[in-house]
Nanobody, 114 residues
Framework: QVQLVESGGGLVQAGGSLTLSCAASGSIFTPNIMGWYRRSPGKQRELVAQITRGGNTNYADSVKGRFSISRVNAKNTVHLVMNSLKPDDTGVYYC????????WGQGTQVTVSS
């Protein structure tokens, strides 16, 4: 079993920045991919960004150039730096780890005011 605990959500004005962090613990299968998804109001959950243990990254087109994902393998943590935030970035952000099975965090709210 793997547990994912997110932190760092909150309320920010448009144009501002936030950093999300996620720590994984338990029986973590390697290799694995860690990432962030979000569910915005009225939309389905969508991929925001993901990163492999080797550092290969993948971003949603809507966040390219504004968001940056990184991870610390020794600590099983993943971080998402979000810059130039827009109201459309509002949603619940979920940490995800895929390794053997897919695991999800409980979600953290990000609200961007205009």
């Amino acid at each position: 079993q793997v547990q994912l605990v997110e932190s760092g959500g909150g309320l920010v004005q448009a144009g501002g920045s936030l950093t999300l962090s996620c720590a994984a613990s338990g029986s973590i299968f390697t290799p694995n991919i860690m990432g962030w998804y979000r569910r915005s109001p009225g939309k389905q959950r969508e991929l925001v960004a993901q990163i492999t243990r080797g550092g290969n990254t993948n971003y949603a087109d809507s966040v390219k150039g504004r968001f940056s994902i990184s991870r610390v393998n020794a600590k099983n943590t993943v971080h998402l730096v979000m810059n130039s935030l827009k109201p459309d970035d509002t949603g619940v952000y979920y940490c995800n780890l895929v390794g053997g099975c897919a695991y999800w965090g409980q979600g953290t709210q990000v609200t961007v005011s205009s």
